[in-house]
T-cell receptor, first 113, second 114 residues
């Protein structure tokens, strides 16, 4: 069975500092991996996705993530945090493009001015 | 292009009452999902439709929850009777691009059961 763990339910960074949100997955097959962001009182929207092409994936708003098979990780990073990045971030995994998507518990990101 | 539309956005009911949520996916999206999101947690899949067929409803509590997608377009999720523990956000999502698996979410329906 697939699963996703996100280390740290809450992360605080200063404006301009590096953002690092951790995600580890378990999957019996090469996975599809996603990061979604959820702003308050809104639905989730896709930040970026890994679908077995390049291991370093670039997404919207300056975010990127690197797929590391040996570590079963897909950590999300952004070089410089902006106040508008404050939101809930969810890592997700799927066995295939047409299979169900399983979400992690989420990490709440706060950005301190 | 209109996004995924859900209604109502908020619903407050007393326990044992019925409630229904409606979802209209993005035009042309053949796959529709209902997810449950409890406070501070990630979304959990309730049911997934391919057109009008429910292809994965293993996590749907069938004693009180039901869903339908009669014409393969919009969908309704019903709870009858509602329990206190059903208080949560019910998210609808749709997808079409089978090569990427990207989900498009609505804003959700927040249910409070008193």
């Amino acid at each position: 069975a697939q699963s996703v763990t996100q280390l740290g339910s809450h992360v605080s960074v200063s404006e301009g500092a590096l953002v690092l949100l951790r995600c580890n997955y378990s999957s019996s097959v090469p996975p599809y991996l996603f990061w979604y962001v959820q702003y308050p009182n809104q639905g989730l929207q896709l930040l970026l996705k890994y679908t077995s092409a390049a291991t370093l994936v670039k997404g919207i708003n300056g975010f990127e993530a690197e797929f590391k098979k040996s570590e079963t990780s897909f950590h999300l990073t952004k070089p410089s945090a902006h106040m508008s990045d404050a939101a809930e971030y969810f890592c997700a995994v799927s066995k295939a493009s047409y299979d169900k998507v399983i979400f992690g518990p989420g990490t709440s990101l706060s950005v301190i001015p | 292009e209109a996004g995924v539309v859900q209604s109502p956005r908020y619903k407050i009911i007393e326990k044992k009452q019925p409630v229904a949520f409606w979802c209209n996916p993005i035009s042309g999206h053949n796959t529709l999902y209902w997810y449950l999101q409890n406070l501070g947690q990630g979304p959990e899949l309730l049911i997934r439709y391919e057109n009008e067929e429910a292809v994965d409803d293993s996590q749907l509590p069938k004693d009180r929850f039901s869903a339908e997608r009669l014409k393969g377009v919009d969908s309704t999720l019903k709870i009858q009777p509602a329990e206190l523990g059903d208080s949560a956000v019910y998210l609808c999502a749709s997808s079409h691009d089978r090569d990427t698996g990207e989900l498009f979410f609505g804003e959700g329906s927040r249910l409070t059961v008193l």
